[in-house]
């Protein structure tokens, strides 16, 4: 199992790092924040080859890009129908962008051709994209945060979405050889964490440490936060769980 990492960074694009995104094994995206179809570009993926989108919610910096990812897939001459699962209210939010009052103001008319097929999930949900099966789960955020466990049926990665420290998401990835969480904020911030429905790196660790992972790979890093990776991962490494910290570009293979 391949997870790309498209977009590493956190509320803003940076010169570095665009807004959350990950590929699992080329096929599935797990969000598409700002900058993430550009990296997709610059990363040679196939945006045809794409088959479903998993959005954990609807903030911008976890969506934005959405529209232009079907801008690419149409340029690009895709056909087949596009899968995208997400919290309640992700089909009112590409109705408005694609057949709304205002769509002829987004895009062409006719432009994107190809069906969309849109899931409106509840935590707990569980479905299958291809050979991957997707089990989800609750994160704590101000709104409804998807949570969610992907499986090749030999390996497993979780991705938070944007939480605070959640005993549903540690729940959801136990045993999982990988745990993409947030980390927006550092030790002393937790008070900052708690307004914003955000975790610490420490934070982030702790779960990573219930839940018994091999690996954690940290995101949704904030562009104050540059230049401070190595604290980072000192910090949410302390409960003893191989942390890294996610860049645009890293390519990890579960094997």
Known sequence: MEVLVLGSGGTAPSGTRACTSFL??????????????????????????????????????????????LWAMAADGRREPLDVFGPQGISQAIDFLRVGPLAPAFMPRNFVTFPLEVHELKPGASFSVKELSVVT???????????????????????????????????????????????????????????????TAFEAGQVAVKAGVKLLLLNHVAPRLAGREDEIVAEASEGGVRTIVAYDGLSIHLE
């Open 24 to 69: 699992v094994d080329r096929s599935v995206l797990v969000d598409v924040g700002p900058g993430s179809v550009l990296n997709m570009r610059k990363f040679g993926v196939n945006v045809k080859d794409i088959t479903a989108v998993l959005v954990t919610h609807m903030h911008g910096d976890h969506v934005f890009d959405f529209a232009a990812l």
């Open 137 to 199: 789960a609750a994160g704590e955020h101000p709104v409804p945060d998807v949570a969610y466990r992907i499986s090749d049926g030999s390996k497993a990665v979780a991705f938070s979405g944007d939480t605070g420290p959640s005993d549903s998401v540690a729940k959801l990835a136990r045993g999982c050889d990988m745990l993409v969480h947030e980390s927006t904020f550092l030790k002393g911030e937790e008070a900052a964490a708690r307004s914003t429905g955000h975790s």
